[in-house]
């Protein structure tokens, strides 16, 4: 392809990095699916896929959902652990300091 050529995004031959980008994008939007919908062991196990590796939990997006996940099933102690790492990771995003409140009070 010529230098200057406008690729549109559709016409692009997918790639092994892009095939797996679009696998964690649906992985992450199952897993809180899954939750809601009480299959919470499930959606532990696709969290912790897609985090594996990755000690931020994407900028603690990942952790925030297992933290949720482990409150579903009464886990409170792990659910602290995880809701601590979301609001350590990106303090800024609601709901993360009041989740860390809401279980510490329950403990």
Do not use: Q
């Not at 696998?23 to 992450?28: D, K, P, Q, R, T």
């Not at 990106?90 to 709901?95: I, K, Q, S, Y």
Request: a negative charge; glycine letters at 6%.
């Amino acid at each position: 392809m010529p230098l200057g050529t406008e690729v549109r995004w559709n016409e692009m031959e997918p790639t092994p990095n892009r095939r797996l980008s679009r696998v964690y994008s649906i992985l992450a939007n199952v897993a809180p699916f899954l939750r809601m919908h009480g299959h919470i062991d499930e959606a532990i196990e696709a969290l912790n896929a897609l985090s594996w590796g990755d000690e931020t939990y994407e900028c603690g997006d990942y952790a925030y959902e297992l933290g949720l996940c482990y409150e579903a099933k009464g886990d409170l102690p792990e659910a602290l652990r995880y809701f601590e790492i979301a609001l350590r990771e990106n303090p800024p995003v609601l709901g993360r300091r009041e989740a860390v409140e809401r279980v510490k009070a329950l403990l």
